[in-house]
């Protein structure tokens, strides 16, 4: 019997917890575990996000999708403002960028995520 086309998407790939590690800046490993990201998922963090700011987003998606190994959320909404405003950028980031890489592939391969080499032009200008 032929898969409909429904279950073939989505059987075209597990949405089962994967684990993701970020090393730390103080060299501590920080692990997570998420789920691949939906369409839903996605239109529920911009909506809460309410803007265009990626680090809105992805704060968002972090509370929503980083979970700990037997499931249960690692955050809750009420953490928003005090993983904005008390944790440090430089220890932030490089978890937010595994997780976006995590949940969605194809922008990984596409997209030089490393902060370092992003930064490759400046504002000022030649004389």
């Known amino acids: 019997m032929a898969l409909s086309a429904l279950e073939q998407l989505k059987a075209a790939a597990s949405m089962s917890l994967q684990k993701h590690e970020v090393e730390l800046p103080n060299g501590e490993v920080f692990s997570f575990w998420s789920k691949p990201l939906t369409i839903g998922e996605r239109q529920k963090a ?19 999708k980083a979970r700990t190994e037997d499931g249960a959320p690692m955050f809750v909404p009420g953490q928003y403002a005090e ?10 980031e490089p978890v937010l960028l595994a997780l976006l890489g995590a949940v969605t592939e194809e922008e990984e391969e596409e997209v030089d995520v490393s902060p370092k080499d992003s930064k490759t032009t400046s504002r000022k200008t030649a004389n």
């Open 83 to 92: 993983l904005k405003n008390a944790v440090s950028e430089k220890v932030l």
């Open 46 to 64: 911009n909506k809460e996000a309410k803007s265009d700011d990626v680090n809105e987003l992805a704060l968002r998606l972090l509370i929503n």
